[in-house]
């Protein structure tokens, strides 16, 4: 099993396209790594923001298939170009689906009883309409969930905080304080896993349930000290390099290029299309004013 | 242009202290001087330096009497100060390895070229071979700290203030570590104060050494004074200063047994193998370190030495059975194994485990159980099933061998650095594990817990005890007679 993954992590990378850049090291705290860089990974943080939000509009302004259905299909088909290990996303992202399943058996069992009747086995009556509905909230839930995940898995929070600072004039200090805090809030988990490992060690692990509630009062408590702690030693650090002096200047400057103009174009295009096709196809089913 | 430092009668009280936890002292630092801060652990050197630095809470406790940086008040905000503190974990401030490099030079203001090229070099400096987008969770402690260093460094800051900048850097690098700090210093000339225990590390690189004790400054003057004033010597050893010409300082302290000759044989009984052992950070898909084929014996002492990032402290957690084996096994035998199921240990349950293996974390507020430092040395014993009597015994054994006595009821988390790291090995020493296994268990410690430390690792060796102890210090590894086991190179 070991031997797989490793190999695994070894081809991931060779695999891609002549050219991209491989990502070595992959940082710990990011929700799906990495694996490629493609031009829509390098676009400025604000436009992969919008591109959510284009996408996203879309799919919310109507429950049915037919524009779902194209957002959706949209988002999938460029899956490639996010550059991120699709392997691990379906590893952390399974219970998406599950969910949105869940959310259509609900519609399904519950939605507005018209069409011929499919199921109808004691309480649980579905009908050809109440199906079509399930479906359309099946397939939106999704459409409006994975661009934005998806999008923000390929965000480093330190281009977006150099994107919020100089191009929308966020106030620097707040930016930077919450995107160190941010850092340390993903050590939360790693601390605990340490915090887990350290109660093992002690013997106060496992045993009754009154014991491991006990032990597990005792871990959080822990964790906030050391949180607390973390956090009182960051913010010195970060006084301690002159923080918080006026004038401070960016490494790096935020930029726009061509490759912004083009996820832009090509995120509205698709949420034309998908509102044109549903009004084409009389499946438009507007959320507000029905 | 460096600054003068000038303290007239400076003290600070923590706000919920009866005591001042610094001073009131009286300080006159010259501009461009070079000054060693020693004094017992829990003297408030920390603190002292966070107050110079300019970034101690004001809320958080009173100042009383004055301090100067140059002729105003310090201000970090000035940009003239560099601060690199005690705990590198905390002090990462972005995820990748050259914005953190960054982050002072942002601040003071730099021209983002002139930043670019200074990234490459400081890093360089603090031989951090890496590159700048280098995720700076995939650090190890030691390269944590340089990376603080190197921030510093790409700084160049007219006061320079630093927290036991080696304590976690590898003995083989922490000469190089001193001569990047010291060049530093050169360059800007700037005002340099150090908190740091490896006293022979600094001595002959300083202008002035101040000691700091309980009651304020206890001594100061150039180097060779201080160290060679034979009536200065005695109050030295009782403020647990390493004496520098006694070169194995821990020979100054009474009651040691001189290292590994009076350790006793091994009775030959091995209770931990492993066998082309593979380590990894949960989670992780390329190990640390691999192939390690290890024969622990029963009395045995065994150091786990090697550069920062070469996968240390996961192999002491995969050895305490904490967290899986990557590749390979560790297996357990003999009186260790006593009757388990299971010959891993990772498959044990816990309060099986505990009182088998026990194992100091390179952290130890994670350890930390109880609201008071005695329950929390009680906790292992008891949970071994130790009859009260056995127990406050021990209790108060361990008290007072590691000078831990004055702050027998207060909160763990409340402690010094170094304190919490003796309360730390304590605890899990409490109930004298068959295999104890411990990460950097001399941080910060000064000589006479120092000293405190190897009598007790020497006691439970004695009665059969397994010590394997991750280590950047020798003289304690020979202290207890360890045998080393050097952790391989990366695999890339």
Sequence with gaps: ?????????????????????????????????????????????????????????????????????????????????????????????????????????????????????????????????????????????????????????????????????????????????????????????????????????????????????????????????????????????????????????????????????????????????AIVSAHLLGTWNPIIGG | MALPIRADSFSWRHADREETAVGPLDLNIAAGEKVLLLGPSGAGKSTLLHAIAGVLPAESGEAGGELLVGDAPPDPRRGEIGLVLQDPDSQVIFSRVGDDVAFGMENLGLPAEDIESRITTSLAALGLDLPPEHPTAALSGGQKQRLALAGIHAMSPQVIVLDEPTANIDPDSAAAVRDTVLDTQAATSATMIIVEHRVGLWLDHVDHVIVLGREGVVAQGPPRRVFGDPELSQVLVECGIWVPEAAGPRVTSPGVPSGAEALPRTNGEVVLTTERLGVARPGAKVPATTGLDLRIQAGEAVGIVGANGAGKSTTALTLAGLIPEFDGEVHASGTLRGGAKHARPYRWASAFLAPRIGMVFQEPEHQFLRSTVSAELALGPHLAGWSRAEVDDRVAELLDVLGLESVADAHPQGLSGGEKRRLSVAAMMAPRPRVLIVDEPTFGQDALTWAGLVEQFIDILTRGSAVVAVSHDHAFLDAIGARRVEVGERIE
């Design chain 1, 1 to 273: 099993m070991s031997e797989h993954t490793l190999q695994h992590s070894y081809s991931a990378g060779s695999a891609g396209p002549a050219g991209s850049a491989e990502v070595t090291v992959q940082d710990p705290g990011q929700l799906i790594p990495v694996v490629r860089s493609t031009a829509l990974v390098r676009c400025n943080p604000l436009t992969k923001i919008a591109v959510a939000l284009i996408l996203m509009v879309g799919a919310l302004l109507s429950i049915d298939l037919v524009s779902a259905g194209i957002v959706l299909a949209f988002t999938l088909v460029s899956l490639p170009v996010t550059g991120l290990d699709l392997l691990a996303a379906l590893k952390r992202l399974w219970f998406l689906p599950v969910g949105a399943l869940l959310a259509a058996w609900g519609t399904a069992i519950l939605a507005e009883k018209t069409g011929a009747v499919v199921i109808d086995v004691g309480p649980i009556l579905m009908t050809t309409g109440s199906l079509d509905a399930a479906a359309a909230i099946f397939v939106r839930a999704l459409a409006l969930a994975i661009p934005l995940i998806v999008l923000a898995s390929t965000i480093d929070p330190r281009d977006l905080s150099d994107a919020l600072i100089q191009h929308l004039r966020l106030p620097e200090v707040v930016v930077v304080s919450v995107l160190a805090a941010s850092r340390l809030l993903g050590l939360l988990v790693t601390e605990w896993q340490t915090l887990s490992m350290a109660r093992r060690a002690r013997g106060v692990a496992g045993g009754s349930l009154v014991r491991r509630t006990s032990s597990l009062f005792g871990g959080i408590f822990v964790l906030l000290v050391q949180s607390i702690r973390r956090g009182t030693t960051l913010a010195m650090a970060m006084e301690g390099r002159a923080f918080g002096r006026p004038g401070r200047t960016w490494r790096r400057r935020s930029t726009f290029a061509g490759r912004d103009l083009v996820a832009i174009v090509a995120s509205l295009g698709v949420c034309v299309a």
